[in-house]
């Protein structure tokens, strides 16, 4: 791609909202995200590791295949248990499964950081995350500029796992905003288990089968490349995508896709690390939402917007 700035120039930008260095130098904590792979989780550990030489503290990354596998996960958090970590760094891929394994842990002195999601019924000793409730309005409104006034609006939405906080809200508060507008449908709101060809297979039929369809969300970056491929042939549908994979970066550059929602997770992975340290520590950690933003093709190549769309540093 043209003009995009060096990757690790980056490092020094990104972490200069972050707090001063801690003074812990043998916390041992487990980072367990929903899946090894993707984008997302992999700027989060970056972020822990980038944290890690700041407080010292001893890492352990713990994560199953895919993110629907929720008993893989329940399983890192029994064997984090199991090996005395004092704190967890824990993604919660269903909201109410690992209830329990969480219970468990903080009855025996581990403390538990949310970073992303969070679970309903078992509260956390801190959570960090983004207000996707503000990003689902964001997004209804982005799509509405798209279309004049009294131009229909034929929606398809397309989430990752059904039975997490942050889609939960994100789904519903995009829902909400796009009903509120008169001449929008939503056709179908269904999720693809961040599967691509699942993702793939969701568009192509519905699109087959509803040839209105003229704008499409996709709510994470494997459920994005999979509607960019059903979309392949197809013009005029507005498409706007959650993520900030190399593919979709690609993809808002040549204008096919119309907004990208970039969450900060390194901060996310980053601001974890350091609130676990915190609260070892006895200290309170500074409740903050997670910054983000939506990127267009024509805010892309500020300064602001290339430090959330380049994340990952290894």
Same mark, same amino acid.
């Given at each position: ?37 993707? &984008?997302?989780?992999? !700027? /989060?550990?970056? +972020?822990?590791?980038?944290?890690? =030489? ?5 890492? @352990?990354? *713990? ?87 009294? &131009?229909?609006?034929? !929606? /398809?939405?397309? +989430?990752?796992?059904?039975?997490? =906080? ?5 789904? @519903?508060? *995009? ?92 901060? /996310? ?46």
């Amino acid at each position: 791609m043209k003009r995009i700035a060096p990757l690790f120039l980056l490092t020094v930008a990104l972490l200069v909202a972050c707090t001063p260095k801690q003074t812990v130098t043998t916390a041992k904590i487990a980072v367990i995200t929903m899946m090894q792979g993707g &984008e997302f989780w992999g !700027a /989060l550990k970056s +972020g822990a590791r980038t944290a890690r =030489t700041a407080t010292s503290a001893i890492l @352990e990354f *713990l994560a199953p295949i895919n993110e629907a596998d929720y008993e893989g996960q329940i399983r890192a958090v029994e064997q984090a248990i199991e090996q005395n970590f004092d704190a967890i760094i824990l993604s919660p891929s269903h909201y109410t499964r690992l209830k329990d394994v969480v219970a468990k842990a903080r009855t025996k002195g581990i403390k538990v950081v949310f970073a992303d999601t969070a679970l309903i019924g078992q509260s956390s000793d801190f959570l960090i995350t983004a207000d996707y409730r503000q990003i689902g309005l964001d997004m209804a409104t982005h799509a509405f500029s798209l279309f004049g006034d009294d &131009e229909q609006i034929n !929606a /398809l939405i397309i +989430g990752s796992l059904p039975n997490t =906080t942050t889609m939960t809200n994100l789904v @519903e508060s *995009l829902s909400e905003a796009l009903r509120s507008r008169p001449n929008t449908r939503i056709v179908s709101s269904t999720f693809s288990f961040s599967d691509e060809a699942i993702a793939y297979n969701i568009a192509s039929n519905a699109l087959q089968h509803e040839p209105s369809i003229n704008m499409v969300f996709a709510l994470e970056e494997y459920t994005a490349g999979g509607i960019a491929q059903a979309l392949a042939d197809r013009a005029g549908i507005r498409f706007i995508a959650l993520g900030n994979t190399r593919y979709e970066i690609q993809l808002l550059e040549e204008g096919i896709i119309d907004a990208l929602v970039v969450v900060n997770a390194f901060n /996310l992975g980053y601001r974890s690390i350091l609130a676990a340290v915190d609260l070892l520590e006895g200290k309170k950690p500074a409740h903050q939402p997670v910054d983000w933003a939506l990127v267009t093709k024509d805010s892309m190549f500020s300064e602001a917007h290339q430090r959330l769309l380049f994340q990952t540093v290894q």
